[in-house]
């Protein structure tokens, strides 16, 4: 059975900012905030979902056609809560924690980029979702290029963001986190290595918040997937609407590597912003603003 979890958009939005005035409630008919309206009487939806006695959470808002976020390794669902309803009654958003991050389980192992897309499939099939558009910044961004490559039947389009099409490593010493490296300590210097130096922390401390909803299994699984990924010279076969947004700061998953990947996408776009790894952060009003150009588009 779905375990269901209504929770006010206080602490579900708490990433970046409330609900901006003109983003529509998950009802159908629900009217759009007036200025004056507090967010709060228009809740985001969490709740858990079933995946064969395994439990991912999610965050749902709006109604339309599905839009699945996936996160990265240092993030959980709520780097999207800002834009899951954003793009209603068109599109209907639902962010997910993969599993061991946020409100979902966390078993003792299976933090891979594969088995986050085994899940996100099974995820897909449990909300009874055939094609969506599948957004996914980061190590997110990596496993949907690998969950393109095995089910390109279960992709309507693709959103690559901050990302690469091969191995990232952001930590040079892996095996030791929680050994006896703290992954807290971990986590939060990758966070706030991946904004400009000089950013405000204001900007990235939603971020370092979510820290202890993950823990050093998790990170370290994660971060030794990623350290081995590589799907580069595959992408050709990816025949779906691909957009890839890019930093022009991001000194990990840099522009080169992102023009690289266009260059094996079939029509693929690019799009860079002048910011570092997580544009979500430092300028969501063009983040959404892009992504919403690019789902109007595939109407």
Not at 65 to 83: A, D, E, L, Q, R
Not at 157 to 185: E, F, H, W
């Amino acid at each position: 059975m779905l375990a269901l979890l209504v929770i006010s958009a206080v602490s579900v939005l708490g990433v970046f900012g409330c609900m901006d005035s003109g983003h529509t409630g998950r009802e159908q008919g629900a009217q759009p905030l007036k200025p004056s309206e507090s967010p709060t009487a228009h809740p985001f939806e969490r709740r858990l979902v079933d995946l064969n006695g395994k439990h991912l959470s999610i965050v749902e808002a709006g109604i339309g056609y599905p839009i699945i976020f996936v996160h990265g390794v240092v993030t959980t669902s709520n780097i999207f809560t800002k834009y899951v309803g954003a793009y209603s009654p068109d599109f209907r958003g639902i962010a997910v924690d993969l599993r061991g991050y946020g409100d979902s389980d966390k078993p003792s192992t299976g933090f891979t980029i594969e088995q986050f897309s085994k899940d996100l499939i099974t995820l897909a099939d449990a909300l009874h979702i055939e094609k969506p558009v599948w957004v996914g910044v980061s190590m997110g961004g990596m496993i949907l290029q690998r969950l393109a490559l095995d089910h390109s039947d279960r992709v309507r389009a693709l959103v690559l963001v901050s990302t690469t099409d091969g191995a990232m490593i952001l930590d040079k010493d892996i095996p030791s986190i929680g050994r006896p490296r703290d992954y807290r300590q971990v986590s939060k210097n990758m966070i706030v290595e991946s904004f400009p130096p000089n950013t405000p922390a204001t900007v990235y401390q939603p971020l370092l918040d979510r820290i202890p909803t993950w823990n050093d299994t998790v990170i370290r699984e994660a971060l030794t997937s990623m350290s081995q990924f590589n799907v580069h010279g595959q992408l050709t076969r990816i025949q779906s609407p691909t957009l890839i947004m890019v930093g022009a700061k991001d000194d990990v998953a840099t522009p080169a590597i992102a023009k690289g990947i266009q260059a094996q996408i079939p029509d693929a776009q690019l799009v860079e912003f002048n910011t570092g790894h997580f544009m979500m952060a430092e300028d969501p009003d063009r983040f959404r603003t892009v992504l919403g150009e690019f789902l109007r588009n595939l109407k």
